[in-house]
């Protein structure tokens, strides 16, 4: 599978900076998700009482991310140097050594199991603005 994903990804990326005047790119890293371990978590699911009380965030360890998204983390690292493209990654954001959270500082981070909340997009997008800067 992973051989596939650098595959695919590569012959995108060429085929890509082809087409396009500026010759940078920034590939981004994986960010965990939380379809897994079931059940998916869904702050919707959530009462009003056990978002007061902190309760509606969901933490794993970090090594089971690591697990779900080694494959695509190792395949995006390496079509980087294939493509000689950036990297961002975020991890660090949701993740320390050893847990991910939904939650950061009190205040979700997802809106669903995948998807960020608009804030948490807005407080990101200086990393990305860094990480396209850096390329030129």
């Known amino acids: 599978m992973e051989k596939n994903i650098r595959f695919n990804l590569t012959n995108t990326i060429f085929a890509f900076l082809q087409t396009i005047v500026m010759k940078y790119l920034v590939l981004v890293q994986s960010i965990p998700t ?6 998916i978590w869904d702050p919707r699911s959530c009462s009003l009482v056990a978002i007061r009380n902190g309760t509606c965030s969901r933490d794993i360890p970090t090594a089971f991310i690591d697990d779900l ?8 690292e390496a079509v980087a140097k294939t ?3 950036s990297v961002l990654d975020l991890r660090r954001w ?8 939904t939650d950061k500082d009190g205040a979700f981070q997802y809106q669903d199991a995948t998807h ?14 860094e990480a396209i800067n850096s390329t030129q």
Do not use: E, M, W
């Open 69 to 76: 998204q080694h494959a695509s983390r190792d395949a995006i």
């Open 116 to 129: 960020l909340t608009v804030s948490a997009s807005s407080a990101l997008a200086p990393q990305f603005v």
């Open 83 to 85: 493509t000689g493209s």
């Open 94 to 101: 949701f993740c320390d050594a050893k847990t991910c959270s």
């Open 34 to 39: 939380y379809r897994n371990p079931t059940p």
